[in-house]
């Protein structure tokens, strides 16, 4: 999109009250940092299917290497960064660590996006 094809006021008004009230609710930069991070790990479409399998199902890295068709190290590695984005999480179960998502708010993110992709 072209800058020309953003619509424009055909009049250069600032509406203060607006201004100061969007000023005053603004999150503080460290938050919204926070926020992009997290939308960052969204932005991958390996870790959307690991996070779409988990909404599924709790799996472990076996298991979801075999159903993503791709080697145990490449879906290690992408579940180690949506576990720093803690947007997933594991727990032992033998010599195995199962992993499911972080809590209802990743499966509630998830969901809403497929919702709105698909309207």
Known sequence: MAIQDVEQC??????????????AEMPDEDSLYDLAELFKAFGDSTRIRIMFALLKEEICVCDLAETLGMT???????LRLLKQARLVAGRRE?????YYLADDHVRTIIEMGMEHVNE
């Not at 009049?11 to 009230?21: A, P, T, Y």
């Not at 033998?94 to 199962?98: E, H, L, P, T």
């Open 94 to 98: 033998g010599k195995q660590i199962i």
């Open 72 to 78: 145990q190290s490449a879906v290690s590695h992408q």
């Open 10 to 23: 055909d009049l250069h008004e600032v509406h203060e009250d607006k201004v100061r009230r969007l000023a």
